[in-house]
């Protein structure tokens, strides 16, 4: 889960005393703002989005004139930032710069161990920074960190600050023990930055990228709230769904995220899921939510997710897809959970008898769960073919991309 | 020693978190396949339970001293809550156990390199986390994989199955037995980030055991480790025939959300994308017999042009008919 800049700095970079600017944090122009103001000589200005580069889309504002810090604050702290939209802004104190660094934390799987990364050329893009100019540190002990190994690797890599090499390794170490203590997949501090005040130099964070570990000792969405991984508000479909694992851990059905197409994917297995809508997208159909059902389930949990997936307006196809599971039980999922769903969505007069169906399924009790899934199909009126896995798992989105063709003229998306 | 260094003829397995309910389960289940290969369980609090078919301890300490069953234990299959791995796996490591597997989904990345940086201090094996296990059909199994009837997917032959995916390693060996070939040894390694067993250590593993015919390797994006087999390929160290699938094309069409890390690309540029693995495995196709499949279902056309012989005949026919159709 990707934290917002103030939360970063006030939950994570105060604990390990990973120095960073006077702020405040505001989601509308009011006192406490004004009184921060006014003890600074300029300010800088930060709209709170997920995304990256915002600077470039006009959402970092230096302001020096006191007078028109209000305006920025109300603009930057509500508009759209590469259609986000902004929680509220950071105002910090504007650093005499001197020069900036770039530094990260984060696993690299090439060495399956973490690793720092540090640059002396920091501040924009990392990947416009010349390679040879970006240096990698891992850590192939993570019992002992202490900062005479960064001084070390920092003089290995031609550091050319040598005043610096004492404050700048035990900054470093502050970073990597947040990292690890904080439990992140990456910490990245971009830029780092050296500023002046009065005759001294210090290290300053002048920002703050936190993505933390979903499977964090403390599930991170208890700590800061369930945030959606695509940079938009959840939709009320994919928050019901959520629902449905809360508190019950038999199974998991609540992995649900929406895209903007017509055919409903209801996917078992995480591999198989994945395959199975990468090969839906490679055929051309538009693919309107994705599902990831797992771990068997009970009838309940598939009986919501179903409703969730199939509530969706729009839908013209339904492809309901997972391998050979091992322990899913077939019946209790597809002939119990959805059919159940679909019964009741014909009975409330909810059911598209329109939609084209492909169903392929195999694993535990398939034979009589796809036999009562059919019966399910015939008195409900509803139009499609079951498979179980003689047919190759791929090979199903490209039936029902067939049947869709032939029975309601769909036009596929030409994908190069 | 028949079967490999993962699940052979030697092995014994001690299951650690067995009275849970999927572990009690894949107890009874094994007994019942492969009788005597569970050889024991480990549930604080409930020693001496006769709730399942093998004997249950407090501590695996117990386990390796007891008289009966204590020498047969090298074998741990871990089934405990994410944040008990840790602690499981070195019980495991601190009793002598060498081969691991840690079935548990959510392990923690930072106790998942603990876990890592220790098990290579020490020489062990770990398959996992998220592994679903490991099936070699002429010796035996290790987890759920391919469930209560895993003859289904599962017979005897030359195809080596190493998947991210649990589910996946089961639906292969299925799709390649419908088409003649069969398993020889199928292993579910995990996706994790910090994966304990990646592909290019079980080829490196399995390089010079006759019974392999050629790799079947199922790969996700994340990571360096399919990119890793490209390299040992390509510097000799592999050279049986290998036929690939790798899925997440399509999540690089996909409209970019709070996407990983910019350090990530950094540490592995070039590498971690659907598309980067793929180009790196077919560039070592070029002068090594590997080939990737675009559709998953290709991998059968893939193994059949890398000249595989089939173990027994193909069973599928050319176009398969739905079991219903109401349409």
Redesign the interface.
Known sequence: M?LYEHEALGSIFKKYKIPVPRYVFATEMNDAVSQFVEKESGVVVKSMV???KRGKAGAVKVVSDKSKVADVVKDLATRDVYGEKSIGALVEEKLDIEKEFYL???????D????I?FSEHGGM???EID?KL?H?HVI????SVYPYQIRQFLSNVGFSDKDLLRPLSEVIVNVYNAF?GA?C??L?INPLVVARSGDKRKIVAADA?I?L?????VNPAITYGAR?????PLTQREQDAILIDQGDHRGKAGSYVE?EGDIAMMT?????S??T???A??AGLRIANLTDI?GNPPAEKMYRISRIILSKPGLKGVLVC??????TRIDVTLGEGLAKALDDMKAEGKLDKNL?WVVRR???EYVKG??ML?EC??RNG??????????????APIRLKE?LIK?IGYKPENVG | MKGTVYLNDKTGIVVIGATGREASQVIKESEALYPGIVKAGITPGKGGSTELPVPVFDTLSEAVKDPKVGKLLNTALIYVPPVSVLDAVMECLDNGIKVLYIITEHVPIRDSEIIFQEKERRGAIIVGGTSLGCFVPSVGRIGAIGGKDPSVAFRDGGIVVISKSGGLTVTTAEMFKRRGWGTYMALAIGGDIISNTTYSDVLKQIKGDPKVKAVVMLGEPGGAYEEQVADLITSGGFDKPVAAFISGRFQERMPEGVAFGHAGAIVERGMGKATDKISRLEAAGKKYPVKVAFYYHDLVKAIESLGVPRDFEDSTAEHVKPLYSTI
Do not use: C, M, W
Not at chain 1, 104 to 110: H, Q
Not at chain 1, 140 to 143: C, I, L, N, P
């Open positions: 990707k997920l995304v990256g990260s934390v984060t696993y690299s799987t090439k399956r161990a973490p690793a990364i893009d990392v990947e390679p970006i990698t192939t002990d993570v019992r690890v439990e997949r990456l990245e990228v993505i570990d979903d499977d964090a000792s959606s991984a695509q940079g938009r895209l078992f297995g995480g591999g198989g994945t395959v809508a990468e090969t997208i490679e797992g997972g391998g050979t599971a091992s322990n084209v195999s694993g535990p796809l036999k059919h199909f015939e509803i139009r499609g073919e079951i498979y179980d896995s003689q047919l190759p798992i791929t090979e049947l029975h």
